[in-house]
């Protein structure tokens, strides 16, 4: 199976973390993915993770991988107010050689300033 | 500017009518995709070609034809339009191998 399931929303005030979480039921995922949709725009690639790894930091953004509880989440320290928009997670199931992606339903983070 | 880049942007028609979106990368990538997103923001994969072969296709109405003429182009035409069809469609393109996909802006199609 190729669930993701995440949260539908999350409102932070401006300069608190914001932490967006996510679940998957596809124990053989490779790589594990961000992807981030501001409004009528399409989806931007943030930040992946390789299902070996238990975290990976890019500036602003930390993602945490628990293999054990299939549980991935993204930190976005300092959030601001452009930081506002719908967050996908979504898995890359091992084996595809396709590049076929299994998406959340995204989680809308609403910063106030 | 490097991209990827699908037309229109919105698409306005009546049920029953025959259209066209069309999408283009200028990325060197072998690989494109096509993506249905829905009212509730769910994004799923329809069809996938590389270096011009379909190489995925998931469960999508026969009335749903993808063509890709060269490997920086892949178009979707949709015949008999149903109002089931009214959603956001993202093209996308990669590397085969890579990790990384890159989609275009999305086209709004609403069907009447």
């Known amino acids: 199976g190729e669930d993701v399931e995440q949260s539908l929303f999350l409102s932070v005030r401006e300069g608190d973390s914001s932490v967006i979480n996510c679940t998957y039921t596809d124990s053989s995922s490779t790589y594990l993915y961000w992807y981030k949709q501001e409004p009528g725009a399409g989806l931007q690639l943030l930040t992946y993770i390789f299902s070996n790894m238990d975290m990976k930091q890019d500036q602003r953004l930390t993602v945490l991988l628990n293999k054990k509880d299939k549980h991935l989440s993204l930190r976005i320290a300092d959030t601001q107010t452009g930081d506002s928009a719908i967050y996908f997670c979504?898995?890359?199931?091992?084996?595809?050689?396709?590049?076929?992606?299994?998406f959340g339903r995204g989680t809308q983070l609403t910063v106030w300033p | 500017d490097t991209a990827v880049s699908q037309t229109p942007k919105y698409l306005v028609t009546q049920m029953g009518n025959d259209k066209s979106i069309k999408c283009e990368q200028n990325l060197g990538h072998d690989t494109m995709y096509w993506y249905k997103q829905d009212s509730k923001k769910f994004l799923k994969i329809m069809f996938s070609?590389?270096?011009?072969?379909?190489?995925i296709n998931e469960t999508v109405p026969n009335r749903f034809s993808p063509k890709s003429p060269d490997k920086a182009h892949l178009n979707l035409h949709i015949n008999s339009l149903e109002l089931g069809d009214s959603a956001v469609y993202f093209c996308a393109s990669s590397h085969l191998a890579s990790n990384e996909q890159f989609f275009g802006p999305g086209t709004r199609l609403t069907v009447l």
């Open positions: 979504a898995e890359r199931e091992r084996g595809s050689t396709l590049g076929r992606l299994y």
């Open positions: 070609y590389n270096n011009k072969e379909l190489i």
